[in-house]
């Protein structure tokens, strides 16, 4: 079989840990396009990514697990619409110590649509340690009242066993969603 | 009459008026009839909440849900406040603020008397059958949201626990391997504590922390060879929702059983065939997840068709599509394997 | 629009919106003109039509961003100008050299008019910009 190209995306709001998130499974130092954030009173991050963050992992047979991290910020939706297309999965970061969190969320949601309705999918909340509002019941009421439902878990992206549940987490949610499929199905390129 | 220590938050409020709060307390304090602390937490006596944010809806369904937090509507003129809530003005004066303080403690000490003579004997349950003892015990305590610490003594195993708060007051972590024998415990000591006894620990830096991951421990290391008493055995179940896995232990079987019950109602045995585990593990998966009020229970008898077309479409996970996929970057990114 | 300390003032914003009216004013087949932030925002604008300011920043710094990410993997040194040949006009984008915040350039032009000429007008106006700023 030739080498296929699989994609993971990453999303989420600024300072959610996208780029943390990628640097803790790519084998490449990740690639990234962050550069000085000039608006400091809405965030207080020093830098913004403004294309995209990329890493890679190289799977057995010379096929690739291409991960892009987008900006976070809606000035650069276009982003994601270029990114998301033909993603194995999407994986959003919510940050709960920002003023709105479920807005947030639903900004993502409605953003990833296409790729969340097909089950591929999930939602790491971080900062829940200290903030624990909005609530995971919260979160998933969000969710469901889209009519989309998705597995969310509380994670620090620090910890790379929780960007790796993460993972497993959305890979056993496309298996068990996706168990009999078509060839023509989007989730990789050859 | 003796000072209370009552604790204040804000919702939706800008940085700018929570700071103005946070140190109108410190100055008012001398002045007000008990003692108020500014908290971050949601599970306050009192919350100033701004009506037209979203996050004061959050604080209002917890209320109803705890009786806590009393939400203040905190307004400027011709803005309207939420029905039925006491309503503070801004610009925010020291006169007013203190007003309201004392408003609020004459109600909450209303409410903490009846609370207290309903609640004030020490509760002993004691389980002859039932082999969940702690874990449906901790279940029913916290499910009835009392407001009062708790104590809690099984088998010799003693903590605190505040049930409108989902909490555990630990003064140091619970010891792992002391777990097998909380669980094993014949009988259960609840006593609510006083005010006073109350102080002292939270003095003696005992700090809340969530309980859900001792209960959810309670189901998933409890009995394995039979269902909670609440879960009647030929029934199919699914779940309203994943579980919080970043906070809960689990095996890597956990999360397909998750991905298999968030779609479609399985009985035990189902359950079992589709992930390719013993009945044992999905019983006490599913007893983790029902102590976890994560369960909904669906057809009482799984002899009828099952409830999801899914159900015959569930493919092994060695002929998924994405099987060879997924195994490959579970093996190269060193997830441990199920 | 921005409201952060570290915007450019409304002296710097107006220097900007000054030097590309005069580059539209002299270059008449230069159709649009925009200086924004190296984050994705508007500083000064002279566009047609609908063109949105606000959406070609944040593009805008999103391509020279990207840019600069492939020149330093390629080793070739930091992006200077990205030239984009459409079917019926041309985009330039270059950064403004500035010694407290990055800015950028961008230029809209008719497909006519030759790649040369316009470069030259457009780093002209790009010169003039830093030197301007940079004495304020």
């Known amino acids: 079989m030739s080498p296929r190209e699989y994609k993971l995306i990453f999303t989420g709001s600024m300072g959610a ?3 943390t998130a990628i640097a803790a499974i790519s084998e490449i130092p990740p690639i990234s396009t962050d550069v000085e954030n000039t608006d400091k009173l809405s965030h207080a991050k020093a830098t913004t990514t403004t294309a995209m963050d990329y890493g890679e992992v190289t799977l057995p047979e010379g096929h690739k697990l291409r991960l892009y991290g987008t900006p976070g910020q809606v000035r650069f939706d276009f982003m994601w619409k270029i990114l998301g ?49 909005p609530s995971i019941d919260a979160f998933w009421s969000a969710t469901t009242e889209l009519g989309l439902t998705v597995p969310i878990i509380s994670i620090d992206v620090r910890r790379r066993d929780h960007v790796l549940l993460l993972l497993d987490v959305l890979f056993h949610q496309i298996e068990t969603a996706n168990p009999i499929f078509e060839d023509s199905e989007s989730g990789a390129t050859t | 009459m003796r000072q209370c220590r009552r604790t204040l938050t804000v919702v939706g409020l800008p940085v700018q008026k929570e700071l103005l709060v946070r140190s109108l307390l410190t ?57 039925e809530t006491p309503v503070l003005s801004a610009p925010i004066y020291a006169s007013n603020f203190i007003a309201l303080l004392d408003a609020l403690s004459s109600t909450l000490s209303a409410r903490t008397t009846s609370v207290d003579a309903a609640t004030s004997a020490p509760l002993r349950i004691t389980f002859s059958e039932d082999k969940f003892r702690v874990g449906v015990a901790l279940h029913d305590l916290v499910g009835r949201a009392s407001r009062d610490v708790q104590r809690i003594d099984a088998n010799g195993v003693i903590f605190h626990v505040i049930p409108a708060a989902r909490a555990l007051l630990l003064r140091q972590p619970l010891d ?44 998933l290391d409890g009995p394995h060879d039979r269902l909670l008493p609440t879960l009647p055995p030929g029934a199919t179940f699914a779940l309203r929702r994943w579980p919080d896995f970043g906070r809960l232990k689990h095996q890597t079987f956990h999360l397909r059983m998750a991905a298999l019950l968030t779609r479609a109602a399985h009985s035990i045995d189902q359950l079992s065939a589709a992930v390719a585990q013993p009945v044992d593990e999905c019983r006490a998966f599913v007893n983790a997840c029902a102590l976890s009020d994560l369960v909904e229970v669906h057809q ?13 479409q569930t493919v092994a996970p060695s002929t998924n599509r994405y099987a060879g996929i997924f195994r490959s970057i579970r093996h190269v990114l060193g997830f441990t394997q199920s | 629009m921005n409201a952060s300390v570290d915007t450019l003032g409304r ?81 330039l984008l270059m950064d403004i050299p500035h010694t407290t915040r990055k800015l950028l350039l961008t230029v809209l032009c008719e497909s006519a008019v030759t790649l040369g000429q316009v470069l030259w007008a457009a780093r002209r106006c790009r010169q003039e910009l830093s030197r301007r700023l940079d004495t304020k």
Not at chain 2, 206 to 216: E, N, T
Not at chain 2, 300 to 312: C, G, I, L, V, W
Not at chain 3, 75 to 85: A, K, L, S, W, Y
């Open chain 1, 17 to 19: 840990g996208k780029t």
């Open chain 1, 85 to 133: 297309k033909n993603a194995l999965g999407v994986v959003i970061l919510i940050d709960n110590s920002r003023p709105d969190p479920l807005a947030d969320l639903r900004e993502y949601l409605a953003a990833f649509r296409s790729t969340v309705a097909a089950s591929r999918a999930v939602i790491g909340i971080g900062r829940m340690d200290t903030h624990n509002l």
């Open chain 2, 27 to 83: 100055v008012v304090n001398t002045r007000t009839r008990d003692l108020w602390y500014f908290s971050d937490s949601i599970d306050s006596d009192v919350a100033l909440c701004d009506p037209c944010s979203a996050l004061t809806l959050v604080a209002q369904k917890h209320a109803q849900r705890t009786g806590f937090p009393q939400c203040v509507s905190v307004v400027r003129e011709g803005v309207m406040a939420l029905p």
């Open chain 2, 176 to 219: 792992e391997d002391a777990l097998p024998h909380l669980f094993r415990a014949r009988d259960v000591s609840i006593t609510p504590l006083t005010e006073g006894q109350t102080q002292d620990l939270f003095g003696d830096g005992a700090k809340p922390q969530s309980i859900d991951w001792l209960l959810w421990r309670a189901g």
């Open chain 2, 300 to 312: 009482k008898d799984s002899a009828q068709e099952p409830s999801s077309k899914y159900f015959h």
């Open chain 3, 11 to 91: 002296t710097e914003s107006a220097i900007c919106q000054k030097q590309i009216d005069v580059l539209m004013l002299v270059h008449p087949e230069i159709n649009g003109a925009l200086v924004s932030t190296i984050d994705g925002f508007d500083v000064a604008a002279a566009l047609r039509g609908n063109l949105s300011a606000a959406k070609l920043s944040a593009m805008t710094s999103a391509l020279l961003a990207l840019g600069g990410a492939v020149t330093s993997e390629s080793g070739v040194g930091e992006c200077r100008d990205i030239v984009i040949e459409a079917s019926t006009g041309r985009v």
